[in-house]
């Protein structure tokens, strides 16, 4: 019997398996250090193969770490589309960063454009301000004109499988 492939099954995972691979990558050459958050999760039963559990409470954000001596958190999302609705980031997720900025930490999002392949690390005090003036979702030509203004910051692929995420926060933040 054929095994089916479905090749599109996790491409909503696409985004954070590259940062995994990154952070990683980080972490073995001695770059910085940035740690992958877990959901929260009690185990209520095992059986076989499959576990049921309950979520605790809700996460922050996915990501959280130090570059350079500075505290790092941030979230990763994903869209299909041409644009990104800002709802997608929940009132927990957006208060998370709201507290790591405002007590001197680097908050941001890394945003990915899974069909045009392009990705963004937004600063949060990008993101209030949209928020503040009730703007609901940001496309494509709307980010790659604010990397003109430095509002937003491109991340490429530097290496099989490696986001330049140190050398952004570094030289665009940092700086």
């Known amino acids: 019997m054929a095994t089916k492939i479905?090749?599109?099954?996790?491409?909503?995972?696409?985004?954070?398996?590259?940062?995994?691979?990154?952070?990683?990558?980080?972490?073995d050459n001695k770059i910085c250090f940035?740690?992958?958050?877990?959901?929260?999760?009690?185990?209520?039963?095992?059986?076989?193969?499959?576990?049921?559990?309950?979520?605790?409470?809700?996460?922050?954000v996915d990501y959280f770490g130090?570059?350079?001596?500075?505290?790092?958190?941030?979230?990763?999302?994903?869209?299909d589309n041409d644009y990104f609705l800002l709802n997608q980031i929940k009132d927990h997720q957006l208060n998370h960063l709201k507290d790591i900025s405002l007590y001197g930490g680097i908050a941001f999002v890394i945003l990915h454009f899974y069909n045009s392949e392009a990705t963004f690390l937004i600063p949060y005090c990008i993101i209030e301000q949209w928020v503040a003036?009730?703007?609901?979702?940001?496309?494509?030509?709307?980010?790659?004109?604010?990397?003109?203004?430095?509002k937003v910051f491109n991340l490429e692929i530097i290496f099989p499988g490696i986001l330049n995420i140190y050398d952004v926060v570094d030289k665009k933040i940092i700086s």
Do not use: H, W
């Open 34 to 60: 940035i740690e992958k958050r877990y959901m929260p999760i009690k185990i209520i039963k095992r059986k076989n193969d499959l576990i049921e559990g309950k979520l605790l409470k809700k996460s922050y």
């Open 66 to 79: 130090l570059i350079k001596s500075k505290f790092v958190s941030f979230e990763t999302k994903q869209t």
């Open 133 to 150: 003036n009730n703007i609901k979702k940001v496309d494509l030509t709307y980010l790659k004109k604010c990397l003109n203004d430095n």
């Open 6 to 27: 479905n090749y599109f099954a996790n491409k909503g995972m696409f985004i954070e398996d590259l940062v995994d691979k990154t952070i990683f990558y980080y972490l």
